[in-house]
C-alpha cells in the first residue's frame, strides 16, 4: 500500500465498534466501573449463585490490587438478572447494561469446556476479548477448588485474558519443550516454578518415558508443581499455586516456553504487555484505600423501544422516505420481539408523536404501527426534537428512560444535534442511529457513542439493501435467542426488462417459524417464483402485495422446511433494482439456532482493522462455513473479502468458529458499513469445540517429594462434536464508522507465519508453512528468509543464526501452501543434531514480518530431566555411597594394619 499524506486524529473511542465498547466499564481512579456480570435468561433462580458471585469478586479485586503492585481493583460491580427471576424493591432498572455487550456472562456450560472457565479472545496481543464464560456449576460447586484452585485468582487469570488481551503460559497441545542447555523443560512460566515430572496415568507414578518422535515426554507424562513455591509468579500459568501472586515480569520471563504468549506477543512478558495498555497509560499513581466492590443488582425488562424518523426535505431524495418505510414495516412486522412495547415519532424542525408506547402482542397491534410510519416528507432537520420527543413516549411506561432504545433514523445536517448530547447521556437509554445517504450529520455517531447504542448506515445504493439490513440487525440484546429474529437473505440486483434474479436460501433445522420471504422493487411489481425443499410452489398471487411501498411479503405457515428454498424473480417491466430479505426465527426454545456476530476492531489509524465473524450454534463453533463480509464504501461501491478460520493473519486460532480478516481498503473520509454472509454446506460445516483459552487444570501437586494428585477434571467429550445441522444461510449487519477526516495510508509487513513445521524424510527435512501476504494478509510477500540453527531461535538471535539459501523459492498469494527441502550435512543427522527453524516474510519495500513460530525437528535422546526432587534424592545417594566407602576404607585400613601389627608381632 502507498504512503498517505499525514494527519492528527484522535480516535479515543471514535472507531469502537461491537468488540470493545467505549460507553460503560471504565477505569476511573484505579478501579473499574460499571463490570456487568449478566446471568443468561435460561439460568433458574438462585439467591446462593448471587452471593458466591460477590464473594468470588470481592476475592479477585484484593488479588487483582496486589497483582498489578496495587494499581487497579474492582470497584463498581452490576448484576444483571434475567427479567423471569422475582424482584424486589432493593433491584435497580439497568441503564445500557445488557447480556449481549456484558463483560461476564454466566451461562450453561460449554458442552466441551464443561464446567472450567474460559475467556473468547478475537484479536491478537494487546486485544480486548468479548467475554468471560462461567457457568454457575462452577461458582456454586466448591469441589471444583482441588482443581482449579480459588475461584478470585481465577477470575483475574480471566480478567487479564479480557482486558488486556494476554495468553495462558502453559500449552496443554504442547507441555514440554528441550531448553537451550538439551534439558527437558515443562512449559510454564517461570521457570523458576519447581516441581515434578511423573507418570502418574496407572495411578502409581513413575519416572517418564522419552516419546522418540518428538524427543519430549511422552503424553502420559505431566508436570506437578510443588504445594510450596518461593517463586511469585505467574497468574497466566497458574493462579492456583500458593505464592504466586504476580504476573511474570521482563526479568522473570521464560521466553523459550512454546506457549501462546510467546508465540501472540513475541516473546514478551505478560506484565509488559498489561503495562503498555490504556488502563495502565492512563493510570500511574497507585491505590492506598479500600478494594471492596458495591454491587448493584439490576434486572432486565421487556424490551421499550421508540422509533424516531426524519420527514425532513431531503428525504424526498432518492425514493428515501418510501425505502423508509419499506425497512421500518420488516422491522415491524417481522423483527421486533412478541411482547415489546413501540412507540413512533417523527420529526423535521419539530417533532410529532405519531403514537404513544403500544404493546405488541398479536399482529393487529404490529400492523397498526406499519400504518403510522410516513409516507411524505418536508422541512427541515431538528434531531434533538424528535430525540426529546421520544424520551417523552418512554416515559408513559414507568416514568424512566432506564433501558429504553430509540431508534434515530436520519440523512440531513443538523448544526443543532450537540445540544441533545448530554441529556441522551444521562437519559440511561440507548441510542441506535442509522445514517441515510452521503449527508447525514457527521456528529450523529457520538449520539449513540455516548450512549452505548449500535451506529449503523446505508447508501442510496438500492441494491445493497443496506436499510433494510440497518433495520433486521436491530434486535434485542437480552440473550434469548429463541425470539430473536434471524436474517437468512439480503440481496438486490438491478435487473434489465425481462431479465431474472435467482437464488437459494437454505434454512437448516434450528429456525423455520414465522419464516417471511420479502421482494421490494422501484417501479413495476416483479413475477416471483418460490420452490420449497419438497417442490412446492409459490407465486406472486401467494404474497401479500403493497403497491404504496412497493413490497411483497409471504409468510410461510406453521415452521417452514429444512432444506435448499429456491427464488426466480423475473422483472416485466422497464429496468428496475429489486432486492430479496428472508427472515425467521428458532423452532425450539431449547435448541440454539445458528448465528452470526460481527466485530470490527481497529483502535489506531497506525494499526489495521480487523474483522472478525463468530458463527456458532449456542457456544459450539461452527466450521468451514463460507464468510464473505461486505464493506459499503462511502462511495457506495461493495468490497468484498472472504474472512478464514486458519489461524493466520488476522486469525488468532485454527478452528474455533472465529472467521477473520484485515481490511485494508480505507479509500478517505466518510461512512463505511460492513455486512457478513455466512453459508455452510451439509458436510463440510459442522459443530466442533473450542480449545486452549480455558484456565489450567492442575492434577497434583508435589508435596515433600510425594506426588498427590487432584481430583480428575470434569469429563468432556474429547471428540468433535458433529451435528447434522445441514445447508445454512445467514446474512447479518455488522455496523458502520464514520471517519471525519482524511487518515495516512500504511504500507504494512506481512503478517507473521504461524504455523511453520518440519518432518525429516531420511536424510532431508522438509519445512511447511502457509504463505503470508504483502501486506499482512492481503497480497503476495516478495521474498522469505529462512534460517537454522541448533540452538534455540529467539528473535534477538535471529540474525545470528545460520542462513537457508531460499533464493530459488518465490512466495505464494496468502494462504497457499509453501515447501521447501532443506539437506543438511550428513554427519548431523547421524550424531542426531535438533535443529531449529524460523522464518520471515518480506514485501516490495523491504519490510520483515515478525519472526514466526519456531519449528524444531530432532531424533535426539535429550538429557533427561533433574527436578529438584531428584536433584535432592541423587545428592543423597551419593553422600550416602561416599559415606560408605569411607567407612568400609576405614575398616579396610584398620584391618590391614592389625593384621601387620599380629605378623610383626610373630616375628618378634
Known amino acids: 500500500m502507498v504512503l498517505g499524506k499525514?494527519?492528527?486524529?484522535?480516535?479515543?473511542?471514535?472507531?469502537?465498534?461491537?468488540?470493545?465498547?467505549?460507553?460503560?466499564?471504565?477505569?476511573?481512579?484505579?478501579?473499574?466501573?460499571?463490570?456487568?456480570?449478566?446471568?443468561?435468561?435460561?439460568?433458574?433462580?438462585?439467591?446462593?449463585?448471587?452471593?458466591?458471585?460477590?464473594?468470588?469478586?470481592?476475592?479477585?479485586?484484593?488479588?487483582?490490587?496486589?497483582?498489578?503492585?496495587?494499581?487497579?481493583?474492582?470497584?463498581?460491580?452490576?448484576?444483571?438478572?434475567?427479567?423471569?427471576?422475582?424482584?424486589?424493591?432493593?433491584?435497580?432498572?439497568?441503564?445500557?447494561?445488557?447480556?449481549?455487550?456484558?463483560?461476564?456472562?454466566?451461562?450453561?456450560?460449554?458442552?466441551?469446556?464443561?464446567?472450567?472457565?474460559?475467556?473468547?479472545?478475537?484479536?491478537?496481543?494487546?486485544?480486548?476479548?468479548?467475554?468471560?464464560?462461567?457457568?454457575?456449576?462452577?461458582?456454586?460447586?466448591?469441589?471444583?477448588?482441588?482443581?482449579?484452585?480459588?475461584?478470585?485468582?481465577?477470575?483475574?487469570?480471566?480478567?487479564?485474558?479480557?482486558?488486556?488481551?494476554?495468553?495462558?503460559?502453559?500449552?496443554?497441545?504442547?507441555?514440554?519443550?528441550?531448553?537451550?542447555?538439551?534439558?527437558?523443560?515443562?512449559?510454564?512460566?517461570?521457570?523458576?516454578?519447581?516441581?515434578?515430572?511423573?507418570?502418574?496415568?496407572?495411578?502409581?507414578?513413575?519416572?517418564?518415558?522419552?516419546?522418540?518422535?518428538?524427543?519430549?515426554?511422552?503424553?502420559?507424562?505431566?508436570?506437578?508443581?510443588?504445594?510450596?513455591?518461593?517463586?511469585?509468579?505467574?497468574?497466566?500459568?497458574?493462579?492456583?499455586?500458593?505464592?504466586?501472586?504476580?504476573?511474570?515480569?521482563?526479568?522473570t520471563h521464560n521466553t523459550q516456553a512454546p506457549n501462546m504468549q510467546n508465540q501472540m506477543c513475541n516473546y514478551r512478558s505478560t506484565w509488559e504487555v498489561i503495562k503498555e495498555s490504556e488502563d495502565f497509560n492512563n493510570t500511574s499513581s497507585t491505590h492506598d484505600g479500600s478494594v471492596q466492590p458495591t454491587f448493584t443488582l439490576v434486572q432486565a425488562k421487556g424490551r421499550v423501544l421508540c422509533l424516531v424518523l426524519d420527514i425532513s426535505g431531503s428525504m424526498n431524495q432518492e425514493n428515501r422516505i418510501n425505502r423508509l418505510r419499506q425497512a421500518?414495516?420488516?422491522?415491524?412486522?417481522?423483527?421486533?420481539?412478541?411482547?415489546?412495547?413501540?412507540?413512533?415519532?417523527?420529526?423535521?424542525?419539530?417533532?410529532?408523536?405519531?403514537?404513544?408506547?403500544?404493546?405488541?402482542?398479536?399482529?393487529?397491534?404490529?400492523?397498526?404501527?406499519?400504518?403510522?410510519?410516513?409516507?411524505?416528507?418536508?422541512?427541515?432537520?431538528?434531531?434533538?426534537?424528535?430525540?426529546?420527543?421520544?424520551?417523552?413516549?418512554?416515559?408513559?411506561?414507568?416514568?424512566?428512560?432506564?433501558?429504553?432504545?430509540?431508534?434515530?433514523?436520519?440523512?440531513?445536517?443538523?448544526?443543532?444535534i450537540s445540544n441533545c448530547f448530554k441529556e441522551a447521556e444521562d437519559s440511561g437509554s440507548k441510542i441506535h442511529t442509522i445514517a441515510l445517504g452521503p449527508g447525514a450529520a457527521k456528529e450523529l455517531e457520538e449520539l449513540s457513542r455516548r450512549t452505548d447504542g449500535l451506529q449503523l448506515a446505508a447508501t442510496d445504493k438500492v441494491d445493497s439493501n443496506g436499510l433494510i439490513d440497518a433495520f433486521t440487525g436491530l434486535v434485542s440484546e437480552n440473550g434469548d435467542l429463541s425470539q430473536q429474529a434471524i436474517q437468512l437473505e439480503s440481496l438486490g440486483r438491478s435487473i434489465d426488462k425481462g431479465g431474472w434474479f435467482s437464488g437459494i436460501v437454505s434454512i437448516d433445522k434450528t429456525i423455520g417459524n414465522n419464516t417471511y420471504f420479502v421482494v421490494t422493487w422501484e417501479d413495476i411489481p416483479p413475477d416471483v417464483i418460490l420452490r420449497s425443499p419438497r417442490g412446492k410452489i409459490y407465486t406472486q398471487a401467494d404474497f401479500q402485495t403493497e403497491n404504496a411501498t412497493h413490497t411483497a411479503r409471504l409468510q410461510i405457515p406453521g415452521t417452514a422446511e429444512a432444506g435448499n428454498w429456491v427464488y426466480s424473480i423475473m422483472n416485466s417491466g422497464g429496468k428496475q433494482k429489486v432486492t430479496i430479505t428472508v427472515t425467521s426465527r428458532a423452532v425450539d426454545e431449547n435448541v440454539a439456532p445458528i448465528t452470526v456476530n460481527p466485530r470490527v476492531s481497529w483502535k489506531d489509524p497506525k494499526r489495521p482493522m480487523a474483522i472478525y465473524v463468530e458463527v456458532s450454534q449456542g457456544f459450539l463453533p461452527v466450521l468451514n462455513a463460507k464468510v464473505i463480509i461486505i464493506v459499503e464504501l462511502p462511495s457506495g461501491v461493495p468490497d468484498e473479502h472472504e474472512l478464514f478460520d486458519t489461524g493466520l493473519g488476522a486469525d488468532t486460532r485454527r478452528n474455533d468458529g472465529v472467521y477473520s480478516r484485515y481490511f485494508l481498503n480505507i479509500t478517505g473520509r466518510g461512512r463505511y458499513s460492513f455486512k457478513v454472509r455466512v453459508e455452510g454446506i451439509e458436510g463440510p460445516s459442522k459443530l466442533t469445540s473450542k480449545r486452549g483459552r480455558n484456565g489450567i487444570y492442575t492434577p497434583g501437586l508435589t508435596i515433600d517429594g510425594v506426588v498427590h494428585l487432584n481430583p480428575p477434571r470434569p469429563p468432556v467429550s474429547e471428540d468433535d462434536l458433529v451435528a447434522q445441522i445441514g445447508n445454512f444461510s445467514r446474512v447479518k449487519s455488522g455496523g458502520s464508522i464514520s471517519i471525519p477526516v482524511d487518515i495516512p495510508v500504511v504500507n504494512f509487513p506481512p503478517s507473521k507465519i504461524t504455523d511453520l513445521e518440519a518432518r525429516i524424510l531420511e536424510d532431508k527435512i522438509k519445512l511447511e508453512w502457509t504463505a503470508p501476504g504483502a501486506d499482512l494478509d492481503q497480497g503476495t510477500a516478495s521474498y522469505y528468509e529462512m534460517r537454522l540453527s541448533t540452538k534455540l531461535l529467539l528473535p534477538q538471535g535471529f540474525s545470528g543464526a545460520e542462513q537457508v539459501n531460499l533464493t530459488n523459492l518465490k512466495p505464494q498469494p496468502f494462504g497457499s501452501k509453501e515447501m521447501f527441502i532443506v539437506v543438511p550435512d550428513r554427519t548431523e543427522l547421524e550424531n542426531r543434531t535438533t535443529f531449529y527453524f524460523a522464518i520471515l516474510a518480506y514485501d516490495e519495500k523491504n519490510q520483515p514480518s515478525e519472526m514466526s513460530n519456531v519449528a524444531m525437528i530432532s531424533s535426539v535422546e535429550p538429557l533427561p530431566v533433574i527436578d529438584n526432587h531428584t536433584t535432592r534424592a541423587i545428592l543423597i545417594t551419593v553422600i550416602v555411597l561416599l559415606l560408605v566407602c569411607m567407612v568400609v576404607g576405614l575398616l579396610i585400613f584398620c584391618y590391614k594394619c592389625r593384621e601387620k601389627k599380629e605378623d610383626e608381632e610373630r616375628l618378634q
Not at 439460568?43 to 503492585?69: F, G, V, W
Not at 455487550?101 to 456450560?109: D, G, L, P
Not at 518461593?230 to 504476580?246: F, W
Not at 422491522?331 to 412478541?338: H, K, P, R, S
Open 328 to 416: 421500518a414495516e420488516i422491522f415491524l412486522l417481522q423483527v421486533v420481539e412478541t411482547r415489546s412495547q413501540v412507540g413512533i415519532v417523527t420529526f423535521n424542525s419539530g417533532a410529532t408523536i405519531k403514537t404513544q408506547l403500544r404493546t405488541v402482542n398479536n399482529d393487529d397491534v404490529r400492523k397498526d404501527l406499519v400504518k403510522l410510519l410516513p409516507t411524505s416528507a418536508g422541512g427541515g432537520t431538528n434531531i434533538c426534537s424528535g430525540v426529546r420527543d421520544a424520551f417523552k413516549v418512554l416515559r408513559v411506561d414507568d416514568g424512566s428512560t432506564n433501558g429504553d432504545e430509540i431508534v434515530l433514523l436520519t440523512d440531513g445536517e443538523d448544526g443543532g
Open 6 to 251: 499525514p494527519f492528527n486524529l484522535v480516535f479515543t473511542c471514535l472507531l469502537c465498534i461491537y468488540i470493545e465498547s467505549c460507553f460503560g466499564l471504565n477505569l476511573v481512579d484505579n478501579g473499574y466501573r460499571d463490570l456487568v456480570i449478566a446471568i443468561k435468561p435460561s439460568i433458574k433462580h438462585n439467591e446462593m449463585l448471587l452471593e458466591k458471585i460477590q464473594a468470588m469478586i470481592t476475592d479477585a479485586s484484593l488479588y487483582l490490587h496486589r497483582a498489578t503492585k496495587n494499581k487497579v481493583y474492582f470497584s463498581d460491580v452490576k448484576i444483571l438478572l434475567p427479567s423471569s427471576w422475582p424482584g424486589n424493591s432493593s433491584i435497580q432498572r439497568p441503564t445500557t447494561q445488557s447480556y449481549e455487550k456484558a463483560s461476564v456472562i454466566i451461562a450453561e456450560e460449554n458442552p466441551k469446556y464443561g464446567d472450567t472457565p474460559y475467556t473468547l479472545q478475537y484479536g491478537g496481543c494487546g486485544d480486548k476479548g468479548r467475554y468471560i464464560h462461567l457457568t454457575p456449576d462452577f461458582i456454586l460447586n466448591d469441589s471444583l477448588l482441588p482443581i482449579y484452585g480459588k475461584k478470585g485468582p481465577l477470575f483475574v487469570h480471566e480478567w487479564a485474558h479480557l482486558r488486556w488481551g494476554v495468553f495462558n503460559e502453559y500449552n496443554e497441545e504442547m507441555p514440554f519443550y528441550k531448553a537451550i542447555n538439551g534439558r527437558i523443560e515443562a512449559t510454564r512460566c517461570t521457570k523458576e516454578i519447581t516441581g515434578s515430572m511423573k507418570d502418574c496415568s496407572s495411578g502409581s507414578c513413575s519416572n517418564c518415558k522419552i516419546d522418540e518422535r518428538t524427543g519430549l515426554y511422552d503424553k502420559s507424562c505431566d508436570f506437578y508443581p510443588d504445594k510450596v513455591q518461593t517463586a511469585s509468579s505467574s497468574i497466566m500459568y497458574n493462579q492456583g499455586l500458593e505464592n504466586v501472586v504476580e504476573f511474570c515480569d521482563e526479568t
